[in-house]
Structure formats: C-alpha cells, structure tokens
C-alpha cells in the first residue's frame, strides 16, 4: 500500500513538473537555462505544499483533542495566519483568523483550531467559504453554544493585478447560534478581537 502511494505522488510530482516546464515555454523563458533548471521541481513542490489541505480531514485534524470540560463562557483564538490560494487566479491570498465558540460541555485544544484553519486555507479557495467552513467544522464538531469566525485577507489578485489595490482588505464573517442570536454576544466577540 506505501508503495503505490509513493508510485502516485511520484507519477504526480513528475507530471506537475512537466506541466510547469510548459508554463515556462509559454511564458517565453528556457526551461533549460541554470537558474530555471529546479524551478518546476520547486513549485511542484510548493504546489503540494500549498494545497495539502485536500489530504486533511477534520476528524484526524481534531484527533484526542476534544474534552469533556463544564466550562461554559467565550473561548477566542485570535490571529491565527493563513495562506491560501484564490481558485479564481491561483494567486496567494493571506491574513487573520479569529474563531470563538462558547462551549457546551466539550472543548477543544487550542492549537487544534490554528490547524482546522490550515485544512481549509491551504486548497484552492474563496475567503467567503473558507469562514463558512471552518465555524461548520467547529460546530460540527462540539456542538457548542455558538461559534464566530472572522477572516481578515489581503488578495494578491487584487493588489498585484487586476484594479491593483494593494491597501485593500477583505473582512468575512460567519456566526452562529450565540453569536448570531445575541446582539450581546457578537458585540463582546467583536470588541476583544479588534483590541
């Protein structure tokens, strides 16, 4: 089975490499030329890198870190980095997390929340439902009270193409239950992530 896996991502890696090999000649440079020569091998490799979110799951990702615990107020991971890809242009797009739930009777290890939001920054994605799907992965997940995200992104497709508007910043936010519910709740979570 190990085997036919590495045969896969070697047939992969191989084939990602010719296909950036022709990007280069339709760009009009020499695949050939010394400081060309590992490129397709390098961005083949921080293709995989950058989209490894497609051999992630939620479950392995929150694997033992979820616990019975009576806590019963806000719990907020803020500015969790990311780094993406728009699928629009597969240019980079990057910025802040902030997630908040309020338990109700599980929690889950804190580092666990900056990983769920690795599965899903690192694919091909849309800010818009990216934020969707990591506050479903949470409540999925614990079923709690309410869960909030906020995306804060910068768009390499916007700043370094296209209208070229590189002070600009997309905010998205998804909130549910408490959060959505209760005016009070959002206020609280909005006011201690922007301190």
Same mark, same amino acid.
């Given at each position: 089975m190990i085997?036919? %896996?590495?045969? %896969?991502?070697k047939d992969n890696t191989e084939m990602l490499e010719d296909l950036y090999k022709d990007i280069l000649k339709q760009i009009g440079e020499n695949p050939e030329r010394e400081g060309l020569l590992k490129t397709p091998a390098r961005a083949a490799d921080a293709l995989r890198f950058l989209t490894r979110g497609y051999s992630q799951n939620i479950e392995e990702t929150l694997n033992g870190a979820i616990?019975?615990?009576?806590?019963?107020?806000?719990?907020i991971v803020k500015d969790i980095e990311f780094y993406s890809l728009c699928e629009h242009h %597969?240019?980079?797009f990057f910025g802040k997390v902030h997630v908040a739930y309020i338990p109700k009777g599980k929690i889950v290890g804190i580092s666990k929340l900056a990983r769920l939001v690795d599965v899903f920054a690192r694919r091909l994605q849309v800010q818009e439902r990216m934020t969707v799907q990591i506050a479903s992965a949470l409540e999925n997940a614990l079923h709690p009270l309410g869960?909030?995200?906020v995306v804060e992104g910068r768009h390499m497709c916007m700043?370094?193409?296209g209208v070229e508007k590189q002070n600009s910043q997309v905010i998205t936010s998804?909130?549910?239950g408490a959060f959505r519910n209760d005016r009070r709740t959002r206020e609280e979570f909005l006011n201690l992530i922007n301190r």
């Open positions: 085997r036919a %896996i590495n045969t %896969i991502r616990f019975e615990e009576p806590y019963e107020d806000m719990v %597969i240019l980079p869960v909030g995200v700043m370094a193409r998804e909130m549910r």
